[in-house]
T-cell receptor, first 112, second 115 residues
Framework: GIQVEQSPPDLILQEGANSTLRCNFS?????LQWFHQNPWGQLINLFY???GTKQNGRLSATTVATERYSLLYISSSQTTDSGVYFC??????????????FGEGTQLTVNP | DVKVTQSSRYLVKRTGEKVFLECVQD?????MFWYRQDPGLGLRLIYF???????EKGDIPEGYSVSREKKERFSLILESASTNQTSMYLC??????????????FGPGTRLTVT
């Protein structure tokens, strides 16, 4: 099956710093999502990004599908950005619909 | 806004009990999914359904069954709960096959403890 690797596994920042999270995947995929898991466990959708670049406030993401990686940028980090960030790749088949395979996540801690 | 709801946030059951976890979505999505999340093992797919009364095994279906009688509702059943099924359970939904529209949306999760 498809392998998804995220780096770094852990990241500690001071408030105001910028960071880049990376996601590598082992095969062609139909799409890719980035999530933030909040302290209560809910997965919050950040980006749905098959290729190219998208921005949403202080967050942006870039996927280079031909080279099988995606990057999540967090600028001017805040303590509320703390949590686990997951990359998940999407593939689908005629009968199986769309399936996600998740990376292990990056644990981000932003200190005041 | 897409809304996926799960019947309980926290649940405590005894070994051997039959457990039902319910998930409802309001976006008319064809696909629905059940995952479990465990420390060190990440999120793993248990079962999914791409239509009413249809189901497919995911990566770890053993010990679980599912039911999809209505499009908006997908139930996960633990026939005889065991302690190794203590976990966080997450439900998700998405459109089946739409150009640019396969994004999955997740519910808030159910933390199940089996004692």
């Amino acid at each position: 099956g498809i392998q998804v690797e995220q780096s770094p596994p852990d990241l500690i920042l001071q408030e105001g710093a910028n960071s880049t999270l990376r996601c590598n995947f082992s095969d062609s995929v139909n799409n890719l999502q980035w999530f933030h898991q909040n302290p209560w466990g809910q997965l919050i959708n950040l980006f749905y990004i098959p290729s190219g670049t998208k921005q949403n406030g202080r967050l942006s993401a870039t996927t280079v599908a031909t080279e099988r990686y995606s990057l999540l940028y967090i600028s001017s980090s805040q303590t509320t950005d703390s949590g686990v960030y997951f990359c998940a790749v999407l593939y689908w088949g005629e009968t199986s619909g769309s399936r996600l395979t998740f990376g292990e996540g990056t644990q981000l801690t932003v200190n005041p | 806004d897409v809304k996926v709801t799960q019947s309980s946030r926290y649940l405590v059951k005894r070994t051997g009990e039959k457990v039902f976890l319910e998930c409802v979505q309001d976006m008319d999505h064809e696909n629905m999914f059940w995952y479990r999340q465990d420390p060190g093992l990440g999120l793993r797919l248990i079962y999914f359904s791409y239509d009413v009364k249809m189901k497919e095994k995911g990566d770890i279906p053993e010990g679980y069954s599912v039911s999809r009688e209505k499009k908006e509702r997908f139930s996960l059943i633990l026939e005889s709960a065991s302690t190794n099924q203590t976990s966080m359970y997450l439900c998700a939904s998405s459109f089946r096959v739409r150009t640019g529209g396969n994004e999955q949306y997740f519910g808030p999760g159910t933390r199940l403890t089996v004692t």
